[in-house]
Nanobody
């Protein structure tokens, strides 16, 4: 079993930045794809970005050019750098590791408002 712990959420004004972190337990982190999802109130959870074991990244159209997903395999940690944040980015952000049936973190709240 893998445990994921997210951190870095908070409140930020529109146009601001936040960096989310997702620390994983275990030593096989480097061989699995990681992803960030988000869920806003009253909406379904949506995929925001993925990063493969080789570092290839994909993004949902709404965050392209503003968000960057990355990983540090030595630290078993994935990151989501979020710039030019908008109120529509307000959500609980979750990380997921595609190991077995998949494991989720507990989520971290991101609130973008003035």
């Amino acid at each position: 079993q893998v445990q994921l712990v997210e951190s870095g959420g908070g409140w930020v004004q529109p146009g601001g930045s936040l960096r989310l972190s997702c620390a994983a337990s275990g030593s096989l982190f480097r061989i699995y794809t990681m992803a960030w999802y988000r869920q806003a109130p009253g909406r379904q959870r949506e995929l925001v970005a993925t990063i493969s074991s080789g570092g290839g990244a994909n993004y949902v159209d709404s965050v392209k050019g503003r968000f960057t997903i990355s990983r540090d395999d030595a630290k078993s940690t994935a990151y989501l750098q979020m710039n030019y944040l908008k109120p529509d980015d307000t959500a609980v952000y979750y990380c997921k590791i595609f190991y077995g049936s998949g494991f989720w973190g507990q989520g971290t709240q991101v609130t973008v408002s003035s």
